[in-house]
């Protein structure tokens, strides 16, 4: 070999680097340990929400409130509930005045859309729809002065479970939560007590009757009545036709 001309020897030298090159290019390249995948662009999957008993019922609202002299002054409004199984409900108030005159207010909440609807129906109201959206932080919040801490007072609690029964044909499970004013908390010479009953229907998920009972302002049952389990029109949770929508805040 040493007798071999520089041409030559250029030669060979060229075509072992030509077969180091063509075994480098047959051999896998391992993946790189360090490389990240691509980002997800899919969408996250969307959980369904559960669907709730769709239902309509009347509701009643009575107030009785007895004066120290034994004068019983008693409120009834009347009105209407619906839900669908979306969980958008509507809920209608009449209020009979002192005069005579009546106060029908409708209030519909759609959870599907975070927003409220209410509006007053009446021949002399104006027909708006005052509209409220849900969810939307302020552009700003202004810090609050610091308040100085008050001393924490205790108020006793109990809760107890009631009897089950049935209410227009459902059954119901009760319960009792009492809640204890002590003397002297609100300048009262004794203890001041407010109980609570709710009588819940588990099917319908609904409570059917709640009779909360305040010394202060009185006894207050509302209670509902002709329950009918079918699906509501859709057109009982939108806004009536020839009134103006205005965007209010919350």
Not at 92 to 113: A, C, F, K, L, M
């Amino acid at each position: 070999m040493s007798n071999a001309s520089p041409a030559v020897l250029l030669m060979l030298a060229m075509a072992n680097i030509a077969c180091l090159t063509h075994a480098r290019a047959q051999t896998p390249v391992a993946p790189s340990q360090n490389t990240s995948p691509s980002p997800c662009t899919c969408q996250p999957a969307r959980v369904p929400q559960p669907s709730l008993p769709a239902y309509s019922a009347a509701r009643k609202i009575t107030r009785v409130q007895t004066l120290a002299d034994g004068t019983v002054i008693t409120h009834v409004d009347t009105g209407f509930i619906a839900r669908d199984a979306e969980g958008r409900t509507r809920s209608e108030t009449i209020r009979i005045n002192s005069d005579g005159s009546q106060v029908h207010t409708v209030d519909i909440t759609d959870p599907t859309q975070n927003l409220r609807l209410y509006w007053t129906a009446s021949p002399t109201a104006p027909k708006v729809v005052n509209l409220y959206h849900y969810g939307i932080q302020p552009a700003a919040v202004q810090p609050r002065p610091p308040v100085t801490p008050q001393p924490r007072r205790y108020y006793p609690y109990r809760s107890e479970s009631l009897p089950p029964t049935t209410i227009e044909g459902l059954y119901v499970e009760g319960s009792r939560n009492t809640r204890t004013t002590p003397a002297g908390y609100d300048g009262n010479n004794k203890d001041i007590v407010l109980t609570t009953e709710n009588w819940t229907s588990p099917d319908l998920r609904v409570t059917l009757r709640q009779i909360t009972d305040d010394p202060r302002s009185g006894k207050t049952t509302i209670e509902l009545s002709d329950i009918q389990q079918t699906v509501p029109a859709p057109a009982l949770f939108k806004a009536p036709e020839g009134y103006e929508i205005k965007e209010s805040k919350q």
